[in-house]
């Protein structure tokens, strides 16, 4: 549509070859009801009413709503033009919303003499005298529903059929002139102005940018039928009665048509069958064109539920009015390629359902999500187990009973009686993945065997698409589960600290990782806390962290000191290979003595935030080498807290961001941990929140976040009890009289009876001067027996007749826990007993 013939300029070709010809477009938009909101001065001047006039005036009465011209009344030189009626019945069945897809046509309208206002065209073969004086003349129309919240519901463009008729063969610039058209311009075959008119499009369409509009201007060239784009997304391609034959081969027929015509002769058999290809030819390429677009719309992303819902709205409502797809129960759960061919038990999801009626007709009689079998006798299972397309041309009223006693009480034959079916299977390597069931509209032309043909193409390119997100699912669920099953599962609150833990993955492009976290619960009441990394990404990455991870808790149990735990993991990746390094952070917090132990190999290091002052520092520790670099000493520091400070550890994934400096995320991870917070999540969550925000993160996030309450010494009692039989009773009584005194009476009894047989032991299998008896209060009441003998006692299986070994079977069945480690002076064995026990 040019702006100058809008304000009337003289419409058609310019003097002179390489200039465009411009042709005025009509633009008429109807609303819901039928009546016009928009008209534009190029309608009033083809159809003689002005804006005022037209504005809320049922569309109906406006627009030529018959459809083509009958053949008798044809006698312009292009025979096949006049009977063939675009992509639907009429005008008038758009209108009034009988049907809502895209369609084009041709209308015969009989308007005044003398039209004011309008540039005078000669009268052609086009416009034919009437006996009261006026004329009628062929309109070319194109209608395309609108979709949206909005009133609109019709967008229809129409053009005088004159004006995109080539110029008489004997111009300077012939046929070609007008060779390729689309809505509102027409192109010479040497246009030198693509520029010029690309720029010109946001114009007719404003929402539209200039490289849209150049993309769109150079499809027209190629494609030679117009594309009409409506939204920043939907492309319709609209093929009107004029086709994309050889140029010069079209060309030479249409000259021998113009002459037979103006010598009254009949009309060339080649030019008449240079029509029907032209409009078969068209036809093939418009599907081409389809398929292709439809691969580049779907398979963005290797999300299974995103590429369905693509899938779906591909073929919605340009190839179809309603779309369904179904998916077999091993690809929705993301599980393995499905086994064997389907049966009639064989369940299938209703994953995505597509269409064009007002919203909500389908919801709930086909909802999304519910699976079912489907009986032998229906067209899906005979999609399903041939792997071939089924069309149904129309469904009659035996199929669609046969069809609706699937879904129990609702009835579905409203909704599919009479209507068109192309059953379409999506395959991969043989193996049908699911199906997609397409029908049309009762007024809509039915399926054909070339739509069974194009539907079949569709669905093959569709199911590698989600075969490929089928694997990825697969793939990424099993990378999760393994690493899942190797993240451990820490409580909330250890003895003397609260504890709280985030797990991020990475990006696609590293999912699975090797960042993980731990806690470990050690003799006198203290925890290990651990945070590692391994370097890389996949599964060998996950499967290495696991063997290092369960490598730290084993010599954790063995209380071993920081540092020689580092340097022991170490030689443990040694000997596994030389492939992996890892960093790791491995700290032991006293919440008696008031102090952590730290030791760090190549980590970034940890955050402690003050409860005094709120004050947070990076702590200074020695860095150390990396975990399998090999032959590198660790070293490690005691570091002196109190209850209520804060010790964040975490993976470098957490504050480096490709491009900056690692010391920008140290700071924003310091100043947001300590930032108050109502709950340890809500901390996590907070330090979380502010190093997102910079953007940019690839790795995955290993976090661990630790309030060191402490131990009260009130909580505390401990004896020195000497390597005598008799201190055996002597414990037993500071028991009962220290639990009496905690409020812990109905413990005394079970712990007066484990602490005899665990003293007793430990009398007579000591080599010093005394051993030593604590208790400490907290969650559960610890009990904890220290001696110089390095032999861990053992259960064993007493028998009858049998004078040793039911101490630790008392223990073992009394207490909630308990258990034996080695000490640096000797071993200590605890029991536990819960607090609450009453």
């Not at 509009?213 to 939907?234: D, K, N, T």
């Not at 963005?300 to 995103?306: F, K, V, W």
């Not at 001067?769 to 053992?794: A, K, M, W």
Request: charged share 25%.
């Amino acid at each position: 549509m040019d702006r100058g013939t809008e304000r009337g300029t003289p419409p058609g070709r310019a003097a002179g070859n390489g200039t465009a010809a411009r042709v005025p477009l009509a633009v008429v938009v109807v609303d819901r009801g039928g009546l016009v909101s928009h008209w534009s001065s190029g309608a009033r001047r083809l159809f003689g009413a002005a804006k005022e006039q037209a504005i809320g005036r049922a569309a109906l009465d406006l627009l030529p709503v018959s459809g083509a011209l009958p053949e008798g009344d044809e006698i312009t030189p292009y025979g096949a033009y006049a009977a063939y009626d675009g992509l639907g019945h009429d005008l008038g069945s758009s209108i009034d919303g009988r049907q809502n897809y895209p369609a084009a046509g041709r209308a015969r309208l009989t308007v005044p003499a003398d039209e004011p206002g309008e540039a005078r065209i000669p009268h052609s073969r086009t416009e034919f005298p009437a006996s009261d004086g006026r004329r009628r003349k062929d309109v070319l129309w194109w209608a395309y529903p609108l979709v949206g919240p909005g009133p609109e519901r019709l967008l229809v463009l129409a053009a005088d059929a004159e004006r995109l008729r080539p110029a008489p063969a004997d111009d300077s610039g012939p046929a070609e002139a007008f060779e390729r058209i689309a809505p509102g311009f027409a192109l010479h075959t040497d246009f030198p102005g693509a520029d010029e008119l690309a720029r010109r499009l946001p114009e007719i369409l404003p929402s539209m940018s200039v490289d849209d509009g150049a993309r769109i201007v150079a499809q027209v060239l190629e494609l030679g039928y117009p594309v009409l784009e409506f939204s920043q997304s939907e492309r319709v391609p609209i093929t009107p009665d004029w086709g994309v034959a050889r140029r010069t081969e079209r060309k030479a027929r249409r000259e021998r048509a113009a002459q037979a015509a103006a010598q009254g002769l009949p009309l060339p058999e080649d030019a008449a069958e240079d029509d029907r290809d032209d409009l078969e030819y068209a036809a093939v390429r418009e599907r081409l064109e389809f398929l292709n677009e439809v691969s580049g719309r779907i398979g963005t992303s290797l999300d299974l539920a995103r590429t369905v819902i693509e899938v779906s709205r591909a073929v919605v409502p340009r190839f179809t009015d309603v779309a369904g797809t179904y998916l077999r129960e091993q690809v929705v759960a993301g599980e393995g390629f499905p086994d064997g061919v389907p049966d009639t038990t064989t369940l299938w999801h209703r994953v995505a359902l597509e269409h064009t009626d007002e919203p909500g007709r389908w919801d709930d009689v086909v909802p999304v999500g519910e699976a079912m079998p489907f009986p032998a006798h229906t067209p899906f299972f005979q999609c399903m187990t041939s792997g071939e397309p089924v069309l149904v041309p129309r469904i009659s009223g035996e199929l669609g009973h046969a069809i609706a006693a699937q879904f129990e009480k609702r009835d579905i034959r409203p909704l599919i009686t009479g209507r068109s079916m192309l059953v379409v299977p999506l395959k991969a390597r043989n193996v049908v993945l699911g199906f997609m069931v397409l029908l049309r509209h009762p007024e809509r032309p039915e399926f054909n065997d070339m739509d069974r043909v194009t539907g079949a193409e569709l669905a093959a390119r569709a199911g590698l698409v989600l075969d490929n997100a089928r694997m990825y699912t697969y793939q990424e669920s099993v990378a999760e589960t393994l690493q899942d099953s190797m993240l451990p599962h820490i409580p909330p609150r250890m003895a003397g600290c609260d504890i709280a833990t985030r797990y991020l993955p990475g990006t696609l492009l590293g999912r699975v990782g090797g960042d993980w976290f731990d806690s470990v619960k050690l003799p006198g009441a203290r925890t290990a806390l651990v945070v590692g990394d391994v370097m890389g990404h996949g599964l060998n990455s996950a499967a290495m962290m696991g063997q290092l991870r369960t490598a730290v808790q084993t010599m954790a149990a063995l209380d071993l000191p920081p540092a020689q735990l580092l340097r022991n993991l170490d030689d443990l990746a040694q000997r596994l290979g030389d492939t992996y390094l890892a960093t790791c952070l491995y700290a032991v917090y006293d919440p008696i003595a008031g102090e952590l132990h730290l030791a760090n190999a190549g980590h970034i290091p940890p955050v402690l935030v003050r409860a005094e002052d709120g004050r947070s520092e990076l702590l200074d520790l020695p860095t150390g080498a990396p975990i399998g670099v090999g032959g590198v000493p660790f070293e490690a520091v005691r570091v002196p807290v109190r209850p209520g400070d804060r010790i964040v550890m975490c993976t470098d994934g957490l504050v480096e961001v490709r491009g900056e400096d690692i010391g920008v995320g140290l700071a924003t991870l310091c100043e947001s941990a300590a930032h108050p917070a109502a709950s340890m999540d809500d901390a996590c969550d907070t330090i979380i929140r502010a190093l997102n925000l910079r953007g940019g993160r690839r790795d995955d996030v290993a976090l661990l976040m630790v309030r060191l309450t402490g131990i009260a010494p009130e909580d505390v009692a401990e004896w020195r009890l000497a390597l005598a039989p008799a201190e055996a009773g002597r414990a037993r009584t500071a028991v009962r009289e220290q639990l009496r005194a905690w409020g812990l009476d109905p413990l005394a009894d079970s712990a007066e009876l484990m602490v005899s047989e665990l003293v007793t032991n430990a009398v007579r299998h000591a080599h010093g001067r005394h051993v030593q008896l604590r208790l400490v209060r907290g969650d559960t009441l610890l009990c904890e027996v220290e001696d110089d003998d390095h032999t861990l006692p053992t259960l064993l299986n007493a028998g009858p007749d049998t004078e040793s070994g039911r101490g630790l079977r008392v223990v073992s069945t009394l207490a909630r826990e308990w258990g034996a480690s080695r000490t640096g002076a000797g071993k200590t064995v605890w029991f536990e007993l819960s607090s609450r026990r009453g």
